[in-house]
C-alpha cells in the first residue's frame, strides 16, 4: 500500500475528512460478536456468495492470485479456485472462526497490500461501512494488476426502508424527536460516479433487491445483530432504547407493511459494482471524430445540410 492516504470524503465527495459517519470500532466489535453464532445468521451472506460465484464463472477467465475483501464470514466462493487466496476482514474472530489458509486482519480504509498484488478482488457486504469509500476503491484499484478484475456487492439506499420508517415514525411520536437507527448507504446512481473516479475501467453497476419475511421486528432485529450488521451509525443514540419506542415502532411496522399471514417483510438492496483495472489491451471507445460510417448511412436516410428544409414524405 502507498504511503500516502487518500482523502476521507466519506460515500460521497462531500464528506470532510473530520467527519466519520461509520464509527469503526463498534463495526469491528458487531463482527467479532457476530463470529460466535454467525451460522445461524448468515443467509444472507450466503445467498450473496452464491451470486457472487455465478457472476465469477460468466467472466470466463481463471484467476491466479485472489483477495476476498470482508470475507471472514467465510462464504464467498470461488470455481475454480486461484491459486492464491487472501481472506481480509475487519474481524479477526470472525476469520479465526472460518479457519481460512491464508487471512489478513485488515481495516479496508488502509489495505496492507503491494501495488499490482491480485488478479481479483472480491467483496460481499463489507464496503458499505467504509468511511472514505472512493478512497477504498483507490486502493483497491492500485492492488489489482492490470486487467484485475473488482467485483463487489454492498447494500443499497432502499436497504430496511421499513424499519428505517417504523422507527422514525414511533420514535417522533414517543420522544418528539429522531435519530438515525439504520445505517446511510451509497445510492446507486453514485457507485458508477465513484468506480470511474477511483480509476477503473469498464464500470459496471447493477442491482438486485431481496425481500425476506418476519415473524415480527424483534426477529429481524435479532438477525441484524446475529450478522453484524446492527447499527454503527456514528451519531447514533449512545442510550438505551425507549421500551415505549421499541414497542411503538414494532406495532409501527405491522401496521404498515404485515402481509395477510401477519408476517413484515424486509428488503435488502444489493448493489454491484464491477470494474477492470485499466490495460492497454482493453477495449478503448473511439476518439471524436473517427467514426468512418455516417449515421444518415446507418438509418438509410438523407443527410441535410444545416438550414435545409426537408422534402414532403421524407
Not at 450466503?46 to 476476498?68: G, M, N, P, S, W
Not at 431481496?210 to 451509525?233: I, P, Q
Request: with cysteine; hydrophobic share 40%.
Amino acid at each position: 500500500m502507498r504511503g500516502d492516504s487518500p482523502k476521507q470524503s466519506g460515500l460521497c465527495s462531500g464528506m470532510t475528512d473530520d467527519f466519520a459517519l461509520f464509527d469503526r470500532r463498534t463495526v469491528r466489535r458487531r463482527r467479532d460478536r457476530a463470529a460466535a453464532t454467525l451460522g445461524d445468521h448468515d443467509f444472507l451472506h450466503r445467498e450473496i456468495a452464491d451470486q457472487l460465484a455465478d457472476r465469477l464463472r460468466d467472466v470466463k477467465r481463471d484467476f491466479a492470485t485472489a483477495l476476498d475483501l470482508g470475507g471472514g464470514h467465510g462464504t464467498t466462493q470461488f470455481d475454480p479456485r486461484p491459486e492464491f487466496l487472501v481472506t481480509a476482514d475487519l474481524s479477526e474472530r470472525l476469520l479465526r472462526r472460518a479457519v481460512l489458509p491464508t487471512s489478513v486482519a485488515a481495516d479496508e480504509e488502509f489495505l496492507p497490500f503491494a501495488d499490482s498484488a491480485f488478479d481479483l478482488i472480491a467483496s460481499t457486504l463489507s464496503l458499505h461501512w467504509v468511511n472514505d469509500l472512493p478512497g477504498a476503491l483507490v486502493q483497491i484499484r492500485r492492488a489489482l494488476k492490470p486487467d484485475g478484475l473488482f467485483l463487489a456487492a454492498i447494500l443499497g439506499g432502499d436497504t430496511l426502508i421499513e424499519l428505517r420508517r417504523a422507527f422514525l415514525e414511533a420514535e417522533a411520536e414517543t420522544t418528539g424527536g429522531t435519530s438515525p437507527h439504520t445505517s446511510p448507504v451509497a445510492d446507486v446512481t453514485d457507485a458508477g460516479a465513484l468506480l470511474q473516479r477511483a480509476g477503473f475501467a469498464l464500470p459496471v453497476v447493477d442491482t438486485d433487491t431481496l425481500t425476506v419475511t418476519y415473524a415480527d421486528m424483534f426477529a429481524l432485529m435479532r438477525d441484524l445483530r446475529g450478522m453484524g450488521e446492527a447499527n454503527s451509525v456514528a451519531a447514533r443514540s449512545r442510550t438505551f432504547l425507549r421500551r415505549d419506542t421499541l414497542f411503538a415502532a414494532a406495532a409501527r411496522y405491522h401496521e404498515l407493511y404485515a402481509d395477510e399471514d401477519g408476517r413484515i417483510p424486509a428488503t435488502f438492496q444489493i448493489i454491484w459494482m464491477t470494474g477492470w483495472a485499466p490495460h492497454e489491451a482493453q477495449q478503448q471507445p473511439l476518439r471524436p471524430g473517427s467514426g468512418t460510417t455516417r449515421l444518415a448511412d446507418a438509418l438509410e436516410t438523407e443527410e441535410l445540410k444545416t438550414g435545409d428544409k426537408a422534402k414532403p414524405g421524407s
